[in-house]
């Protein structure tokens, strides 16, 4: 168990009204179940904290369009490079993150990753989630 004042190693960022994010979290979250009881790790619904990641200049609706993360060191990853980060901390899913994070699949990863949070977002929008 972390102890007070001891900062989780990652803590993830999402909008939990998109289903899609939303299943993709809670997946995640029983895959890495030992390490959010411990408190390695956060997955936190940004409409409860709309503010948190101001001090960052991400805006709401940035982290409504992609993931973002915050790491123990308080360094900020987005996007793909979160994906990346859960794999990498997930039982038997640092094979994901050796092969997509690779510096030659990263471009390619970080690219496909925007299109489809591109179209995720704007699909959210037309139905009124937020």
């Not at 168990?1 to 995640?28: A, D, F, H, S």
């Not at 990263?106 to 959210?124: C, E, H, S, V």
Request: hydrophobic share 45%; charged share 25%; glycine share 10%.
């Amino acid at each position: 168990m972390l102890g007070q004042g001891t900062k989780p190693e990652l803590t993830v960022w999402y909008n939990k009204r998109c289903p899609v994010c939303n299943v993709g979290i809670g997946r995640q979250k029983r895959r890495l179940i030992e390490a959010v009881k411990a408190g390695r790790i956060e997955f936190r619904d940004i409409d409860f904290e709309p503010a948190a990641l101001a001090g960052y200049r991400a805006s709401l609706e940035d982290i409504r369009r992609r993931l973002h993360a915050t790491d123990a060191q308080g360094q900020l990853l987005v996007g793909a490079d979160v994906v990346i980060a859960v794999w990498k901390a997930t039982p038997g899913e640092g094979w994901l993150a050796t092969l997509f994070g690779n510096p030659i699949a990263l471009p390619l990863t970080r690219f496909a990753y925007d299109r489809f949070a591109d179209l995720l977002y704007a699909w959210n929008r037309r139905k009124g989630r937020w």
